[in-house]
């Protein structure tokens, strides 16, 4: 089991994102239920503490916006906004890059270009992960401009 801590991207973006989706494309597409935004990765035992610190900072308008590769097999969509502060915060290191992951396999099929509606985060999730499922652990508030 290892740890991480996310941002879930609201139901109506997952979506938008997926509505423009080639599934017919021979890749090992990723269920959209599982998309996030990676803050940090804890490894075998998360930081509880440092999670909790996340109660209340301050969560940024963001987008999902056009794709990009890892290694050229790793199919993700971007993320626009200002998330280095939170995920900073969180524990991330110099090597982070906001995204979702999409699908595995991927060799450069063109995608189309893309931009969902804004959203803003409310909360962070310590998630668990074993076996491929996850499962939330523990929540925290995230400020927004509802909540300010």
């Keep these: 089991m290892s740890f991480f801590t996310a941002l879930f991207p609201p139901r109506h973006v997952v979506e938008e994102l997926d509505a423009v989706l080639d599934r017919s494309l021979d890749i090992g597409w990723t269920r959209p239920g599982k998309w996030h935004i990676t803050l940090c990765f804890h490894g075998d035992t998360p930081d509880e503490e440092r999670f909790r610190a996340l109660e209340g900072w ?16 790793i199919l993700w969509a971007g993320i ?3 998330l280095i502060g939170l995920a900073r915060a969180a524990g991330a290191d110099d090597n982070w890059k906001a995204h979702l992951t999409l699908a595995y396999g991927y060799r450069g099929q063109p995608m189309p270009g893309f931009e969902s509606s804004p959203w803003t985060p409310t909360e962070a999730v310590l ?3 074993a076996d491929g499922v996850y499962t939330p652990v523990s929540r925290v508030g995230l400020r927004t401009s509802a909540r300010r």
């Design 127 to 129: 998630v668990s992960s």
């Design 80 to 82: 626009d906004g200002d």
């Design 58 to 73: 301050p969560a940024p308008e963001l987008r999902v916006k056009n794709f990009g590769h890892f290694r050229g097999t």
